[in-house]
Nanobody, 126 residues
């Protein structure tokens, strides 16, 4: 198993930036593809970004392309989500997730992920 703890959320004005972190403990971090999802009140949990085990492959939701960047540091057992040019519609709880998959595969559906963190709130004011 792996335990995931997110941090870095907060209240920010539109146009601002945050860096979200997700620290993992447990089994070797490098066996997991990692994803970031978000969920706003009344909405389903939605894919934001994902990264393969080595970091060589990334995917983004269309709504965040060019504004968000996912990265990982396997030596630090941490995945990051740099979020720039924030908009009020980015307000949500952001979750990281882990899934032990083939080296280059990046799951994009929440049902594919086995492990989840508790989430960190991002609120963007207009």
């Amino acid at each position: 198993q792996v335990q995931l703890v997110e941090s870095g959320g907060g209240l920010v004005q539109a146009g601002g930036s945050l860096r979200l972190s997700c620290a993992a403990s447990g089994r070797p971090f490098s066996i997991y593809a990692m994803g970031w999802f978000r969920q706003a009140p009344g909405n389903e949990r939605a894919f934001v970004a994902g990264i393969s085990r080595s970091g060589g492959t990334t995917y983004y939701a269309d709504s965040v392309k060019g504004r968000f960047t996912i990265s990982r540091d396997n030596a630090k057992n941490t995945v990051y989500l740099q979020v720039n040019s924030l908009k009020p519609e980015d307000t949500a709880v952001y979750f990281c997730a882990a899934d032990p998959v083939a080296p280059t595969y990046v799951p994009r559906h929440p049902k594919e992920y086995d492990y989840w963190g508790q989430g960190t709130q991002v609120t963007v004011s207009s």
